[in-house]
């Protein structure tokens, strides 16, 4: 079995009393890694780590430009490394290793070549002022970030909240999460090929309550806790960040609408809608799990839609004709199959898919649930979706927006101006409209209710990660 280590202070280590846990695929159901299990120990080395590579290193003290080149430096060598990096994601979490190599390794790299160019080319108000005195603004760094991560795009998320960390001068623990901790440990040895300084990006393994992650949110050497998981988590975490007046900031669950009007292009509704809900068997915050299709086309997509579905390659999830895979526990298959099996006694009935061998769950397409039920309401994080028929768009909206969730919101329609309309009125943090999980890191990210607080990307993440600081001189 492969061996994955805590990285602290630029050596990867076991953990003091020499614990570890396995991580399972769970395509072979087998244990394919050991790895270290941390506690509040490994927790206080990593943050002094950082805390005197930020104190007292050169790393916040480097000129941006030279930031930058390690950054970029570490996204080449991510790049090299998109096998093993991509690999890693998959047997952690059985996602298609086309998803994992094909696209969150890319992301991964790109995520360190944004943040980097973003703050190298940041500019900074100068304010004018009639007293005879200018005023201007400093982005500083905060110190240090702690960085608490979720299973389903492991790497790629982890990034998402390193990369900014690291562009503007902080340094980082990250706490990956248990079911995923491969791609992490490789990471930060990259980090340390790529010259990053020994303390500035530290990854500890471990459990979240009682454990690795609990110590770190409540560890008083951190400035920023930055957390995408569930949102009940995402509660508990807040009150940890309010013990120590340390900000916050969560991207959370979703349960995210998705309307296709009538006068949409088919095709391309089809086609998104399917990418929408079954991508990385349908783990994905963003999923598109509740559809509405507007009567006049409902029999036609479902029977478009449902037969896409039932195309779709499920099998192991490293070869590249896989397109679907098994989920990526076997507590989370439970959790889903749980609302598998539940289907009818709730009022509704499968069209086509249902549970598959070992931990698959096919393609699974519910028609016929009410609003009220829990299919339509809890995130079910898997391959599963709801699809109900509306009439208006007034209907439609306020069944969209009938959910303690705001992340994420579809819409197909070929009618601009109906396009801008619904895209106002849905509450969510993103709306895509004749398209699904295009984004632009300059874009604001996270969500609006149980779906988070704060917001992620471009200056939205140099909001979080700096301290922004008035300078103000006189003139004359
Ligand atoms: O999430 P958790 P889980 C949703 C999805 C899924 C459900 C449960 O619905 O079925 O959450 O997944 C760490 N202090 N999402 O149990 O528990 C934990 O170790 C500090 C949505 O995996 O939130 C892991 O690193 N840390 C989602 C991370 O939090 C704690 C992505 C996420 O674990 C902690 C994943 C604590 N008290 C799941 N408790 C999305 N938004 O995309 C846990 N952790």
């Keep these: 079995m492969e061996f994955f280590g805590h990285v602290i202070d630029g050596a990867e280590v076991k953990s003091s009393g020499g614990e570890t ?3 399972v695929d769970p395509y072979t159901r087998e244990p394919w890694a050991e790895v270290a299990l941390g506690g509040a120990a490994e927790v206080e080395r990593a943050v002094a780590a950082a805390r005197r590579a930020f104190d007292e290193g050169p790393w916040p003290r480097m000129g941006r430009a030279e930031r930058g080149r390690l950054l970029h430096r570490l996204a080449d060598l991510i790049l090299e490394h998109a096998d093993e990096l991509g690999l890693a994601d998959t047997r952690d979490m059985g996602k298609p290793i086309t998803q994992s190599r094909g696209n969150d390794v890319p992301r991964a790299a790109d995520n360190f070549r944004f943040f980097a160019d973003h703050a190298r080319l940041t500019t900074a108000e100068t304010l004018p002022m009639d007293s005879g005195h200018h005023a201007y603004t400093r982005y500083e760094p905060v110190g240090v970030a702690a960085a608490i991560a979720p299973w389903n795009f492991p790497l790629m998320l982890e990034t998402w909240k390193i990369a900014p960390a690291l562009a503007w001068g902080n340094t980082v623990v990250l706490k990956p999460a248990e079911d995923t901790p491969a791609s992490a440990t490789i990471l930060a040895r990259l980090a340390l090929e790529a010259g990053l300084p020994p303390g500035v990006l530290n990854v500890v393994h471990g459990y979240g309550p009682d454990s690795a992650g609990q110590a770190l949110t409540e560890h008083p050497g951190i400035d920023r806790i930055t957390f995408t998981g569930e949102s009940a988590t ?5 009150a940890a960040a309010a013990g120590h007046l340390v900000p916050v900031s969560l991207e959370l669950g979703g349960k ?3 309307a296709v009007f009538a006068d949409a292009d088919l095709d391309n509704a089809v086609s998104w809608s399917i990418k929408a809900i079954f991508t990385n068997a349908g783990q994905v915050c963003l999923a598109g799990s509740r559809l509405y299709v507007q009567r006049p086309v409902f029999d036609e997509f479902i029977a478009r839609f449902t037969a896409a579905a039932e195309a779709m390659c499920l099998g192991d999830p490293k070869l590249d004709s896989t397109q679907l895979g098994p989920l990526a526990s076997k507590t989370h298959y439970r959790k889903v199959r749980g609302y598998v099996e539940t289907v009818a006694e709730e009022g509704g ?3 086509s898919g249902g549970l598959g061998d070992g931990w698959f769950v ?7 649930m ?3 039920g829990r299919h339509q309401r809890e995130e079910i994080f898997g391959p599963v979706v709801t699809v109900t028929p509306f009439d208006t768009e007034d209907e439609v909206v306020a069944l969209m927006n009938d959910t303690r969730y705001g992340l994420n919101a579809m ?4 009618n601009l101006s109906r396009a801008h309309r619904v895209s106002a009125r849905l509450r969510a943090g993103t709306v895509w409209v004749n398209c699904f999980f295009v984004r632009d890191l300059r874009a604001p990210f996270g969500g609006a209710g149980d779906s988070g607080v704060g917001r992620e990307g471009g200056t939205f993440s140099r909001e979080f990660f700096t301290e922004p600081k008035a300078v103000v001189m006189q003139i004359d």
């Design 256 to 258: 995210g609408g998705n």
């Design 411 to 414: 819409l197909f329609t070929e």
């Design 234 to 238: 995402g509660r508990v975490i807040s």
């Design 370 to 372: 009410p609003a009220t």
């Design 349 to 351: 009935s499968v069209r």
């Design 21 to 23: 846990f396995t991580s």
């Design 362 to 368: 096919r393609p699974t397409v519910i028609t016929g």
